[in-house]
């Protein structure tokens, strides 16, 4: 595994530790709860095997969801996957997670998140500034500017993105 290349080649491909494997359960768990028509994502933040927040893409709290609105403005305006993300109702997984522990005092410096989805360039972001330094994910995201962002001098000592390996067990 290549700990300073954020591009997912197969020796960033991991297999799966008890710890990961239970808390990447977790977010496909916490995916259910999505109110997102298009998408069930979701995200588990960790600090020394407990967990800190999770998250999952849905209206922001008080704003209906898609699911309430029965319609996604996305699909209406046929909006591509990765593209114009201002224009939706929901906020994304990650960002739900970082925003649940600012809410509550939690500092997430060395942490790592379990994402459903590689993480999307404005998340990815965020997770830097949040001082997050695992990623680990299962299924790609069509955002080819966030291996640019993990790539830089500055973030790639201390962001570790890995893919695993037997997502499928999780669909």
């Not at 300073?4 to 990961?20: G, V």
């Not at 998408?39 to 893409?57: E, S």
């Not at 849905?58 to 969801?65: L, Q, T, W």
Request: charged share 20%.
């Amino acid at each position: 595994m290549n700990k300073n290349n954020s591009q997912s080649s197969s020796s960033d491909l991991i297999s799966l530790n008890k710890w990961d494997h239970r808390f990447m359960s977790i977010a496909f768990a916490v995916a259910s709860w999505s109110s997102c028509l298009r998408h069930h994502i979701a995200a588990v933040i960790v600090k020394d095997n407990h967990i800190l927040a999770t998250g999952y893409n849905g209206a922001p709290s008080g704003i209906k969801s898609c699911r309430d609105r029965k319609e996604c403005i996305r699909n209406t305006l046929e909006i591509p996957s990765s593209q114009q993300a201002q224009i939706c109702y929901a906020i994304h997984a990650e960002q739900n997670a970082i925003l649940q522990a600012a809410r509550l005092g939690v500092s997430l410096e060395g942490t790592t998140i379990y994402c459903t989805h590689k993480p999307c360039s404005l998340c990815t972001k965020c997770i830097i500034n949040a001082g997050i330094s695992r990623i680990v994910y299962a299924h790609q995201y069509s955002d080819s500017f966030v291996d640019t962002l993990l790539e830089n001098s500055e973030t790639q000592n201390f962001i570790k993105i890995e893919r695993i390996v037997n997502y499928e067990t999780f669909n």
